[in-house]
């Protein structure tokens, strides 16, 4: 079963929507498109994502993550599965400075998540989803192996504690691309960080053919000069992957992290490429939040009138990020 929906997850052509914005992140989506939005009233929130779910999803779309207030609305949980989109609840619950530092953090969410998997399971949710936050910080320790260590240990009882609810788990150990380091960095500790979850995950008894790896892309730091092309970034990620993620995980499904959509597709499309040509196993696809979104959300900005014009556009990024994920972008036009 959770082999299954683990695959699933990853069908060709599509793969995974992010749309599991927390309130405070939503609002400041929301805030950016000149919307006021109120914590305490969630209308501009789901109506963004009713302009989301009621396009025409697949076979792009093959789940979709949602943050708890939107899965507790059956309208909207509704509007994914009558097209046959897997429900995934993102059930991480916030960051908290790791060991005195003001820069390294930790995820929160373990405690009492088994209680929460039974009450998101009878929501309908399919899967799950966690994410840890490990800074960069090239030559002053950042991420320290204490930190790395930490937040591998608890993706592992998550993950553990998700198959254990029979929900898929995405492991997301999100190395943040903010920083002016060289993509060599990145590689790194990408590569030190996958290790040690695949370490911690194996202790933990992870089923490894029942989980989907969300790992960021191998990428220069934002703010570097001469910053990799799809090229490098393709083969510095398929390099890292072949070392450190076992062939038995059947799908990863990058996260977009503050890159363009642009950029993004071109280095999913890239890697695809590599992978391809030296034929690894796993489904290599997407779980774009803002690489998917802002294109459309920026056409839509709060208006009834332009929810046509945004779902169109939005249906033009899946189909752009579906080909990516095929190693076919650009799309040439005929
Ligand atoms: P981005 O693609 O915007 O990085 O979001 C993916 C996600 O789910 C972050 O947790």
Known sequence: M???????????????LAADESIGTMGSRLNDIGITDNPEDPTYRNAWRAVMFGASLRPAVNGVILFEEQLANPK????????????????????AF??????????????????????????????????????????????????????????????????????VPMVEPEVN????????YCAEVTEQVLR???????????????????PNMILSGSKAKNRAAPEAVARATVDVLSRVVPDA?????FLSGGQTDEEAYANL?????????EG??????????????????????????????????FVELLAEMSAASMGAYPTVAV
């Open 196 to 214: 040690i979850v695949f370490e911690e995950l194996d202790a933990a008894g992870v089923h490894l053919p029942g989980m989907v790896l969300k």
């Open 280 to 313: 690894h196993p796993w489904r290599l696809t997407y779980s774009f939040g803002r690489a998917a979104q802002k294109g459309a959300l920026n056409v839509w900005r709060g208006s009834p009138y332009s929810v046509q014009a945004a779902r169109a556009r």
């Open 249 to 253: 995980v059947p799908v990863i499904a």
């Open 269 to 277: 499309s890239a890697i695809n490429l590599t992978a391809r040509a």
């Open 2 to 16: 959770l082999e299954s929906a683990a695959r699933r997850m990853g069908e060709e052509p599509g793969g995974i």
């Open 76 to 95: 909207l949980v509704n509007m994914l599965t009558v097209q046959g989109v897997l429900p995934g609840i993102k059930i991480d619950q916030g960051l």
């Open 98 to 167: 790791f060991a005195g530092s003001d820069v390294e953090q930790v995820t929160l969410g373990l405690d009492g998540v088994e209680k929460r998997l039974k009450l998101y399971s009878e929501q309908g949710a399919a899967f799950t989803k966690f994410r840890s936050f490990i800074h960069i910080r090239e030559g002053q320790g950042m991420p320290s192996d204490a930190c790395i260590l930490a937040n591998a240990k608890v993706q592992a009882g998550f993950a553990r504690a998700s198959q254990d609810s029979g929900r």
């Open 177 to 184: 691309m903010v920083g002016e380091h060289p993509i060599e």
